[in-house]
């Protein structure tokens, strides 16, 4: 069975620094994507980034990366020029490609303070 | 455009009432799901439709039914409500399933809890 962990309970940032949040999952598959999700304290959950396996090149959106290690089996998503609106639980995600349709993984979550 | 609007947002239940938790979205989206997040935990997927008329279990489905009659429509029905139900409960939909990979996009949640 897929899993995904995210080791760090909580980080804290200061405003307009960079922060690295981790995540590992484990998985037999080859093909499968991967996603972070934010959960601001709204509670709706939104796509941050996602990321397909057979790519090597790391995803981009503006402020947020990830690091794509697949042989590690590792995906962190770096925050740059943190700001307050990033304060959110973030949620790292795993979707096994040709499994049930829409079973995403998730982790238990990292909480990410922004501190003015 | 409201998106995934569910309701209602908080809901107190005893230990054997039944309710249903209601999901609508605008998107003309084929793939609808309902996920619910225990304390301190990730999403755990419940039941999942691919379309109107056509539903199927997810990793969690005990104590759960669901139907998909319309397109826009995905309501979730707890029908003996027990403490082990206390959770919040998010509605989520997307064009496309797998072979899109497409985007879930999420309602505002539904806090349950049963006494």
């Known amino acids: 069975a897929q899993t995904v962990t995210q080791s760090q309970p909580e980080m804290s940032v200061q405003e307009a620094e960079t922060v690295t949040l981790s995540c590992t999952y484990d998985?037999?598959?080859?093909?499968?994507?991967l996603f972070w999700y934010k959960q601001p304290p709204s509670r709706q959950m939104i796509l941050v980034i996602r990321?397909?396996?057979?790519?090597?090149q790391n995803a981009t959106e503006n402020r947020f990366s990830v690091n794509f290690q697949k042989a590690a089996k590792s995906f962190s998503l770096k925050i740059s020029d943190s700001q307050l609106g990033d304060t959110a639980m973030y949620f790292c995600?795993?979707?096994?490609?040709?499994?049930?349709?829409?079973?995403?993984?998730f982790g238990k979550g990292t909480k990410l303070s922004v501190k003015p | 455009n409201a998106g995934v609007t569910q309701t209602p947002k908080f809901r107190i239940l005893k230990i054997g009432q039944s309710m249903t938790l209601q999901c609508t979205q605008d998107?003309?989206?084929?793939?609808m799901y309902w996920y619910r997040q225990d304390p301190g935990m990730g999403l755990k997927l419940i039941y999942y439709?691919?379309?109107?008329?056509?539903?199927d279990k997810g990793e969690v489905p005990n104590g759960y039914n669901v139907s998909r009659s319309t397109t826009e429509d995905f309501p979730l029905r707890l029908e003996l409500a027990a403490p082990s139900q206390t959770s919040v409960y998010f509605c989520?939909?997307?064009?496309?399933?797998?072979?899109?990979?497409?985007?879930?996009?999420f309602g505002p949640g539904t806090r349950l809890t049963v006494l």
């Open positions: 439709s691919v379309g109107a008329g056509i539903t």
């Open positions: 998107m003309n989206h084929n793939y």
């Open positions: 998985t037999s598959e080859n093909n499968y994507y």
């Open positions: 995600a795993f979707m096994n490609y040709g499994g049930s349709q829409g079973n995403l993984i």
């Open positions: 989520a939909s997307s064009y496309g399933g797998l072979a899109t990979i497409d985007t879930q996009y």
């Open positions: 990321q397909e396996a057979y790519k090597q």
